[in-house]
């Protein structure tokens, strides 16, 4: 199997090429805060179950994410979940 082998019925977002330790910080497009994911597993690679801070599947939409690294630097970009 591979990372990349789709789960039946479950929806994902892979960020790639991350740093081996991050924040990534995703937000609405109004700013409202919607998840945070501390990526630490070494791989480059974070599987995110497009789920709010509650568990909740989040709306279709433009969304905003911020990657941090512990020191400081930081890359921005943005996505669209169209369902």
Known sequence: TSLFDPKENVSSLKFMYLPET???TIFTVS???VKEINHDNGTGIENWN???TFGQQISYGV???IITT???DQATGKFAIIR
């Open 70 to 72: 512990p020191g400081g």
């Open 50 to 52: 497009i789920t709010n």
């Open 63 to 65: 969304y905003y994410y």
């Open 22 to 24: 991050c924040d990534i």
């Open 31 to 33: 700013g409202t805060k």
